[in-house]
C-alpha cells in the first residue's frame, strides 16, 4: 500500500525558506495529485496546494505568493518550498494523495517546523 | 473562496449516542466534500469522500449526506475510539481547496 514521509529542517529561521519533501513509496506517483496541508499548533487544517504528476499546481491564494510544489517523479517524491517564512508558518506540515474521487485518503505522519531565531 | 462552517465547534457525547455534524458551505459546492477524523498527534483520516461515499475500512456507522450547501456526518453508535476531531473539506475543481475548522468529541 502506498505510504508517505515528510522529511526536512525543524527548524527554519525567519525571512528563509521552508522546504520539505514527501517521498512516496509502495505505489506509482502517476495519474494521482499530491498534495500538503498545515496544521498550526493547537489550531485547525489548512490547505496549501497541490501538485499533479504532470507539474501542473493549484495553490491556496493566501499563499500563493510565496509557495512552489513540484514533483519528482524520477525519485517518487514532491517537494514544497515556501518563502520568507514567520512565527505564523510555524506548524506541522502534512502530504497527502488526493484520490480518484478528491478526497485526501493517503496521509504522511506530518512533520513540525517552527519558525525561529 | 469558498467558507466552510461546521456546528457546533464542540459536542459532548457518551458511548453509544448518535452524533451528527453539520458542515455548511458559503456557496454550492455539489458534492465536492469530504469528511475526515483526526486523534491528537495523528494525521487526518478519511472517512467519506464525495459527501456520502464511505471510505474502504471506515465501519459503516459512519455516514454522510447532502449537496450543494448543507452536509453532514453522522456516527450512529458513538464507540470510544471516536472521540476525536473532525474536519470537513471541500474540493470544489473551480475554487480553491478549503477545511471547516474542525468539531471535538468529547466524553460526556
Known amino acids: 500500500q502506498v505510504q508517505l514521509q515528510e522529511s526536512g529542517p525543524g527548524l527554519v529561521k525567519p525571512s528563509e525558506t521552508l522546504s520539505l519533501t514527501c517521498s512516496v513509496s509502495?505505489?506509482?506517483?502517476?495519474?494521482?495529485?499530491w498534495s500538503w496541508i498545515r496544521q498550526p499548533p493547537g489550531k485547525g487544517l489548512e490547505w496549501i496546494g497541490y501538485?499533479?504528476?504532470?507539474?501542473?499546481?493549484s495553490y491556496n491564494p493566501s499563499l500563493k505568493s510565496r509557495v512552489t510544489i513540484s514533483v519528482d517523479t524520477s525519485k517518487t517524491q514532491f517537494s514544497l518550498s515556501l518563502r520568507s517564512v514567520t512565527a505564523s508558518d510555524t506548524a506541522v506540515y502534512y502530504c497527502?494523495?488526493?484520490?480518484?474521487?478528491?478526497?485526501?485518503?493517503?496521509w504522511g505522519q506530518g512533520t513540525t517546523v517552527t519558525v525561529s531565531s | 473562496d469558498i467558507q466552510m462552517t461546521q456546528s457546533p465547534s464542540t459536542l459532548s457525547a457518551s458511548v453509544g449516542d448518535r452524533v451528527i455534524i453539520t458542515c455548511r458551505a458559503s456557496?454550492?459546492?455539489?458534492?465536492?466534500l469530504a469528511w475526515y477524523q483526526q486523534k491528537p498527534g495523528e494525521a487526518p483520516k478519511l472517512l467519506i469522500y464525495?459527501?456520502?461515499s464511505l471510505e474502504t475500512g471506515v465501519p459503516s456507522r459512519f455516514s454522510g449526506i447532502g449537496s450543494g450547501t448543507e452536509f453532514t456526518l453522522t456516527i450512529s453508535s458513538l464507540q470510544p475510539d471516536d472521540f476525536a476531531t473532525y474536519y470537513c473539506q471541500q474540493y470544489n475543481i473551480y475554487s480553491p481547496w478549503t477545511f471547516g475548522q474542525g468539531t471535538k468529541v468529547e466524553i460526556k
Open positions: 456557496q454550492s459546492i455539489n458534492s465536492w
Open positions: 464525495q459527501a456520502s
Open positions: 497527502a494523495r488526493v484520490g480518484m474521487a478528491n478526497g485526501l485518503d493517503v
Open positions: 509502495g505505489g506509482s506517483i502517476s495519474d494521482y495529485q
Open positions: 501538485v499533479y504528476y504532470t507539474g501542473s499546481t
